[in-house]
């Protein structure tokens, strides 16, 4: 099965767009698309999603020393999606706080 | 909030309170935002991160650690809301919060107990009121005669009037020698009543250059014998009384006659007398007022006070450091009662001076200086400045205030005391 919500992006900037905008960030799988992301959202968090908006993070170059000589390769990309929800909904990514 | 203040033993208190969640949270809001404030998040700048998420990941331990803060400023606001005076350190004895709905802390803590002075006037107290015998100024005029005599070397010490220079060897029971109990070159006063009798019999006529064995007596009490070796013998010549004397023991000139000296000599011993008999007034003044009001004695009073006394203890040793073997705990233990009256004087000492109004005024400090300013050479106007500035001076010229108004108002008998020649 292909996994579409790897994990919610929490940083301050996201955490600005989530009081200002109601934007959400997630990391997502690679290969999926907006159409699944939304549908995933919408299920996973029992909301409305009006817009999602992806990109795609370029995995770093990085070299290693080894005995046999330098190797070189590359990290993985990720795929970052902004979702904005409808302006009645809402997200708790860090649980319910009493 | 529910506050409940216990009475312990003397004047310690207990403080039980109990404050609901809901009179929590304002406090660990605080707690949570001043670590905030500190907080370093993946993601955020430090101090950014958001609270809700502060409170998602640390709420619980943040609460827990701020429980002794809360009471804390839970415990100051009371202490100052009921205007106590407080003594110690207080202390949290107890403490149990059940998570969404209560704290409860105990905490116990001393006080300046309340004193009032009911009884000062009226104390019955008896002077010692000295009188100098004959041999007493007899004694003193001899030993100054023996502080100024000059020795004339002699060949042999045929009374107490002697300075006898001698070696000493123990010797066991067959009569050797025991190595290393000796003693090279002591010189002995024959006159003085503190040797050993066996010891002055066995001086008795003794010669430069002669040697004696004296049976005495060791520690243990078990027999012993010395070897005693004369190497000089000296006859002490005492000063004449006259003029000249008289000059150099009272320094002063107008001392002509051995009577007008006599008078002098008993007149020194009386002020030393009266000095004593002031002291002994005082004392017994102090602890009678002790007894006539009951006072309580703060904890914190007398640990003051014991850690007083093993300073200046402290500075009976070379560079003031304790010896090895020397118990703090036991130290205190046995000095404990004279600082429980000590603190008790000094509560009521100063609530004495509070009550009364007592303070220590300029012709005071100028008495003060004026006595002292000849003993130190310093003219009295320069040192009435320092003394000013000094604490010490200032609480010993209340003290004595102090005493005087309750001597004023006491039942004082005055009993007479012979001073005869000292054993």
């Given at each position: 099965?292909?996994?579409i919500?790897?994990?919610?992006?929490?940083?301050?900037k996201?955490?600005?767009?989530?009081?200002?905008?109601?934007?959400?960030?997630?990391?997502?799988?690679?290969?999926?698309?907006k159409?699944?992301?939304?549908?995933?959202?919408?299920?996973?968090?029992?909301?409305?999603?009006?817009?999602?908006r992806?990109?795609?993070?370029?995995?770093?170059?990085?070299?290693?020393?080894?005995?046999?000589?330098?190797?070189?390769?590359?990290?993985?990309?990720?795929?970052?999606?902004?979702?904005?929800l409808?302006?009645?909904?809402?997200?708790?990514?860090?649980?319910?706080?009493? | 909030m529910?506050?409940?203040?216990?009475?312990l033993?003397?004047?310690?208190?207990?403080?039980i309170?109990?404050?609901?969640?809901?009179?929590?949270?304002?406090?660990?809001?605080?707690?949570i935002?001043?670590?905030?404030?500190?907080?370093?998040?993946?993601?955020?700048?430090?101090?950014?991160?958001?609270?809700?998420?502060?409170?998602?990941?640390?709420?619980?331990?943040?609460?827990?650690?701020?429980?002794?803060?809360?009471?804390?400023?839970?415990?100051?606001?009371?202490?100052?809301?009921?205007?106590?005076?407080l003594?110690?350190?207080?202390?949290?004895?107890?403490?149990?919060?059940?998570?969404?709905?209560?704290?409860?802390?105990?905490?116990?803590?001393?006080?300046m107990p309340?004193?009032?002075?009911?009884?000062?006037?009226?104390?019955?107290?008896?002077?010692t009121?000295?009188?100098?015998?004959?041999?007493?100024v007899?004694?003193?005029?001899?030993?100054?005669?023996?502080r100024?005599?000059?020795?004339?070397?002699?060949?042999?010490?045929?009374?107490?009037?002697?300075?006898?220079?001698?070696?000493l060897?123990?010797?066991?029971?067959?009569?050797?020698?025991?190595?290393?109990?000796?003693?090279?070159?002591?010189r002995?006063?024959l006159?003085?009543?503190?040797?050993?009798?066996?010891?002055?019999?066995?001086?008795?006529?003794?010669?430069?250059?002669?040697?004696?064995?004296?049976?005495s007596?060791?520690?243990?009490?078990?027999?012993?014998?010395?070897?005693?070796?004369?190497?000089?013998?000296?006859k002490?010549?005492?000063?004449?009384?006259?003029?000249?004397?008289?000059?150099?023991?009272?320094?002063?000139?107008?001392?002509?006659?051995?009577?007008?000296?006599?008078a002098?000599?008993?007149?020194?011993?009386?002020?030393?007398?009266?000095?004593?008999?002031?002291?002994?007034l005082?004392?017994?003044?102090?602890?009678?007022?002790?007894?006539?009001?009951?006072?309580p004695?703060?904890?914190?009073?007398?640990?003051?006070?014991?850690?007083?006394?093993i300073?200046?203890?402290?500075?009976?040793?070379?560079?003031?450091?304790?010896?090895?073997?020397?118990?703090?705990?036991?130290?205190?233990?046995?000095?404990?009662?004279?600082?429980?009256?000590?603190?008790?004087?000094?509560?009521?000492?100063?609530?004495?001076?509070?009550d009364?109004?007592?303070?220590?005024?300029?012709?005071?400090?100028?008495?003060?200086?004026?006595?002292?300013?000849?003993?130190?050479?310093?003219?009295?106007?320069?040192?009435?400045?320092?003394?000013?500035?000094?604490?010490?001076?200032?609480?010993?010229?209340?003290?004595?205030?102090?005493?005087?108004?309750?001597l004023?108002?006491?039942?004082?008998?005055?009993?007479?005391?012979?001073?005869?020649k000292?054993?």
């Open positions: 099965m292909k996994t919500l790897v994990k919610p992006l929490i940083t301050e996201n955490t600005l767009l989530q009081e200002t905008l109601n934007q959400y960030s997630f990391e997502v799988g690679i290969k999926s698309n159409i699944e992301i939304k549908r995933a959202v919408e299920k996973k968090f029992n909301v409305r999603v009006s817009n999602v992806t990109l795609v993070l370029k995995g770093k170059k990085k070299s290693q020393m080894t005995r046999k000589g330098r190797f070189e390769g590359y990290r993985a990309d990720r795929k970052k999606a902004i979702v904005t409808h302006k009645e909904d809402k997200i708790e990514l860090l649980g319910n706080i009493e | 529910d506050l409940k203040l216990n009475d033993e003397n004047s310690k208190k207990e403080l309170a109990e404050l609901s969640y809901e009179e929590l949270v304002p406090h660990f809001d605080k707690a935002e001043k670590y905030r404030k500190k907080s370093n998040i993946p993601g955020f700048r430090k101090g950014k991160a958001p609270l809700n998420m502060i409170k998602k990941l640390y709420g619980e331990g943040i609460e827990y650690s701020s429980l002794e803060d809360i009471a804390n400023d839970v415990f100051v606001k009371y202490i100052i809301d009921n205007k106590m005076d003594m110690s350190k207080a202390s949290i004895t107890d403490m149990d919060y059940k998570p969404k709905e209560k704290l409860t802390f105990k905490v116990e803590f001393e006080i309340e004193i009032k002075i009911e009884n000062f006037e009226g104390l019955e107290l008896k002077k009121k000295y009188i100098i015998d004959d041999s007493r007899e004694d003193e005029i001899q030993y100054h005669r023996l100024n005599a000059t020795n004339e070397i002699d060949g042999v010490a045929l009374d107490d009037n002697y300075i006898i220079t001698v070696d060897q123990n010797l066991d029971e067959n009569g050797n020698i025991i190595i290393g109990q000796s003693q090279k070159d002591l002995i006063y006159g003085n009543d503190n040797i050993f009798p066996e010891f002055k019999e066995g001086f008795k006529g003794i010669k430069e250059g002669e040697v004696r064995i004296i049976d007596k060791n520690a243990e009490g078990g027999d012993k014998k010395v070897q005693v070796t004369c190497t000089k013998v000296e002490v010549v005492l000063p004449e009384l006259n003029e000249d004397f008289f000059k150099i023991i009272t320094n002063k000139e107008d001392i002509k006659t051995e009577e007008e000296f006599r002098e000599i008993r007149n020194e011993i009386q002020k030393i007398y009266d000095g004593i008999s002031d002291r002994k005082d004392n017994d003044t102090v602890n009678e007022m002790i007894k006539a009001n009951d006072i004695a703060p904890e914190r009073y007398i640990d003051v006070i014991l850690n007083g006394m300073e200046d203890y402290k500075r009976q040793f070379p560079k003031q450091q304790l010896p090895k073997d020397f118990s703090v705990e036991d130290f205190k233990k046995e000095k404990r009662v004279d600082a429980i009256l000590q603190a008790k004087w000094y509560l009521i000492r100063e609530k004495m001076i509070e009364f109004k007592i303070t220590a005024e300029e012709e005071d400090y100028l008495k003060i200086a004026e006595e002292n300013a000849g003993r130190y050479n310093i003219p009295a106007d320069k040192l009435i400045e320092a003394y000013k500035e000094n604490e010490d001076v200032k609480m010993k010229i209340l003290n004595d205030k102090v005493l005087d108004m309750i004023k108002k006491a039942k004082i008998e005055e009993v007479e005391e012979e001073v005869k000292e054993d």
